[in-house]
């Protein structure tokens, strides 16, 4: 299993750019980069998923260097929603439905 | 399209006792996995079931078990409750053609 490392916590506030970057220095040819974002008392949600360069759809861009060593989860124009746990889980999608989670990263959004 | 659902949403069960938790995964779905999360331990993997076949574990003791029906409606048990069992528990589907899950809202278990 790659070994994960992301910020403890972050802060920003409301109509920002964030970027929570994630690193997987052991990642395996085969693995993907997933995020997950959970808000309080629910379960996680799926936000985003890439193998390498550049992936974004309508909630986020995921961006993954060339050695993808690590990735930055990028939140355009945050609002005080956006507060939340973010997990980055780096796995091969071989079928299996045993997700890893790590400590995560706690994102607070001040108004 | 109905997300996942998880019955009850809250429970509280004294030391010794048994609990069944259920879980009705997304239409068409036949993948559930279950999950516990604690602040002390995270979200950790219990297990999967595929088509009423338990297909991955995690590392917990017996005491937990599932099991998974025919329409892909899955239970998990967990028996001689102790105080460490206190969590959320989650449960989530996905398709098979796909690792992303989809978690309900979990069940708050409280063990007293």
């Known amino acids: 299993l790659a070994k994960i490392t992301q910020p403890i916590s972050m802060d920003s506030y409301e109509g920002q750019e964030v970027n929570i970057t994630c690193s997987h220095n052991?990642?395996?040819?085969?693995?993907?980069i997933t995020w997950y974002q959970q808000f309080p008392s629910q379960g996680p949600r799926f936000i985003i998923q890439?193998?390498?360069t550049k992936v974004t759809n309508e909630v986020a861009s995921l961006f993954i260097p060339a050695d993808r060593k690590s990735s930055t989860l990028s939140l355009p124009r945050v609002s005080l929603s956006d507060t939340a746990v973010y997990y980055c889980?780096?796995?091969?999608?071989?079928?299996?439905?045993?997700?890893?989670f790590g400590s995560g990263t706690r994102l607070q959004v001040q108004p | 399209k109905a997300g996942v659902t998880q019955t009850p949403r809250y429970l509280i069960k004294t030391r010794g006792q048994q609990v069944t938790l259920s879980c009705s995964p997304i239409s068409g779905h036949r993948s559930v996995s279950w999950y516990q999360q604690t602040p002390g331990q995270g979200l950790q993997f219990l297990f999967e079931?595929?088509?009423?076949?338990?297909?991955n574990k995690g590392n917990f003791p017996g005491r937990f078990s599932g099991r998974q029906f025919s329409n892909s409606r899955s239970e998990m048990n967990v028996s001689t409750l102790e105080l460490g069992d206190s969590a959320l528990y989650l449960c989530?589907?996905?398709?098979?053609?796909?690792?992303?899950?989809?978690f309900g809202p979990g069940t708050r278990l409280t063990v007293l």
């Open positions: 052991n990642i395996a040819t085969n693995d993907y």
């Open positions: 889980l780096v796995g091969e999608d071989t079928g299996r439905r045993a997700l890893t």
């Open positions: 079931y595929f088509s009423e076949t338990q297909r």
């Open positions: 989530a589907s996905s398709l098979p053609t796909t690792d992303t899950q989809y």
């Open positions: 890439g193998y390498k």
